[in-house]
Structures are given as C-alpha cells and as structure tokens.
C-alpha cells in the first residue's frame, strides 16, 4: 500500500534527524535537503518568498513578444491517396479519414479555418518581398485584428495580407512600396490602398502602432542603391531636395517617390553616371511625365541649370 502524502510530509519533517553523519555536506538538491557524504534526504524545500505581481510593462512585453498563432494545428487534412509515408490508403481508410476531415471541419470556427488559409499566403509573400520576421509577425497581428473585426466581408484574404505587410512596413519605418507588394501579390494597387486606408483608420489605433510617413530622402538611398549609382550622386540628390525646400518648393500632394526619382536623375547627370527617365520612373513606379514635372520643379527651386 502507498503511503500518502500527508505521511510522507510527516516522514520527512518529523521522522529524520538533523544531522545524518560525522561530516554532513548539506545540499539542495530537485527540491529537497541532501546530504552529499552519505545521501541521507533530510528534508523538503518550501519556498515561503511572497508571489511577486508583475508589472503592466512587463505583461505588455509578455504579450508583444507572444506569438500570435501557431501555424500547427490540430487538423485533418487529405491530400491525394496516400498516407503520411507515402503508403497507398484502402478504400477503407481513406472514407474514414475524409469523414474525421468532414467532422473537423464542422467542428473549427470561419476564424481558425481564415487563419489556417491565411498563415501559407503570408509566409508565401514574406519570403518573396524578404521582409523580417519582425515584421511579418506584426503583419500577422494586424490581419488577427482585421479578421477579429469581421472586417473580411467583401475582401479578398491576399488583399487584407497585402495591406496587412505594407502597414507593418511602415510602422517598421522600412521604406518598400505598395507596388512592389501588389507585383507580387497580383492584386491591383487600388484594392490594396482601400484595405490598407480600412487598417489604418479601424486596427492599427486598437493596437497601439503608428504608421511611419517617408519624406522624399528616405526612398533616395533606397533608389540609389538599387541604381547603383555613387555616394557622391546620393548627396547631391539629397542636397538638391533640401535646397529646394529651403527657397519654398512645397511638396505637399505630391508623391516624395516622385521627388526623390528627379533628383537621383538631376544627380547622375552631374556626376556623369547617366540613368534614362524610363529606367527611373520604373523604378520609382511613376510616370516619366511626372518625373520630368519634378525635376523641372528641383531645377526651378535648388537653382539648377
């Protein structure tokens, strides 16, 4: 018969001497008091330090850093005639599997089967664009949120991922346009602007992020390095845009993508590093008419002949 916990307690606290042998090395050793010379267990540790609260820093932190949903889940799923290792399934086994996948899949919620949608396109479009993890995660936070909302209803799941990715880019503070995001998505821009304005106005406020706007110098070290052209072309874009600035160029309603494409074309002409207006504006995504209208306005403005 198994002694019980109670006799046990009393045998380790009452029934044990205090000293085991002529030279006890007491030790604490998978919670209890051991002594190492002869291994005589003399008593239990209990720990009687008060619970200690944590603060509402330390949950917020335990929350940012916890992930959002697991992209394993119990599930059934049939694929084909086989089995796990390739075998053939019988007739047999193969009803009854279909069945267990029918009833599992009456037993999920229209939330875990978006998800379950949801998480391959998005890993699909991080390795892509090469986003971070960081912000693929956060892109998964914002699409958690949106779905929470029954915000879906009429849109497409790919378009809210895009949406999703862009605005976590730009909380990120990386500067990557929605043309590079709807290229690869095949989605067209406009579906994508209305679900990413849809995010901004109705998630992002719920989870506290803010969306980071790019003036017209951050997207000219991004072209630049995609022109490979110099350093010293670079400053002198960037000089060109400030200078214009300062003599009052305003560049309010205008696309700094636009403003940064002129003066990196301004600059390569300077520094004999010629770029044509078509392999510009394709890059910046933007018109050669435009390109040519702001760089008449840079000329204007920074005193450029």
Wanted: hydrophobic share 35%; glycine share 4%; charged share 30%.
């Amino acid at each position: 018969m198994m002694p019980s916990k109670i006799e046990n307690d009393q045998f380790f606290e009452e029934d044990t001497p205090e000293t085991c042998c002529d030279s006890p090395k007491v030790s604490e050793e998978d919670g209890f008091y051991v002594c190492l010379n002869c291994g005589l267990v003399i008593s239990r540790i209990f720990d009687d330090s008060p619970r200690r609260a944590f603060t509402q820093e330390e949950i917020q932190k335990r929350k940012s850093n916890e992930r959002v949903y697991s992209p394993i889940g119990p599930r059934t799923i049939i694929k084909g005639s086989r089995d796990a290792r390739g075998s053939l399934l019988s007739p047999k086994y193969k009803s009854q599997f279909n069945r267990l996948a029918k009833i599992h899949r009456s037993l999920t919620t229209s939330f875990e089967r978006n998800l379950w949608i949801a998480l391959p396109n998005l890993q699909r479009l991080q390795k892509r664009l090469s986003v971070p993890d960081t912000v693929a995660e956060d892109a998964l936070r914002i699409y958690t949120q949106t779905v929470k909302k029954k915000l879906t209803m009429g849109r497409s799941i790919d378009t809210l991922l895009s949406a999703s990715i862009f605005c976590a880019l730009r909380v990120h503070g990386i500067p990557r346009t929605i043309e590079e995001i709807t290229k690869v998505a095949q989605i067209p821009k406009k579906k994508v602007v209305k679900s990413y304005r849809l995010i901004l106005m109705e998630v992002l406020p719920k989870l506290n992020l803010k969306v980071q706007y790019f003036s017209s110098d951050r997207y000219v070290d991004k072209f630049n390095d995609e022109l490979k052209l110099s350093m010293n072309c670079r400053n002198i874009a960037v000089k060109l845009i400030q200078k214009a600035k300062e003599n009052g160029f305003n560049s309010a309603g205008k696309d700094p993508k636009g403003i940064a494409a002129a003066a990196l074309y301004i600059g390569s002409k300077i520094c004999n590093e010629n770029r044509t207006q078509k392999e510009i504006s394709q890059l910046a995504k933007v018109t050669e008419v435009t390109l040519r209208m702001r760089v008449k306005d840079l000329q204007k403005f920074a005193d450029v002949v």
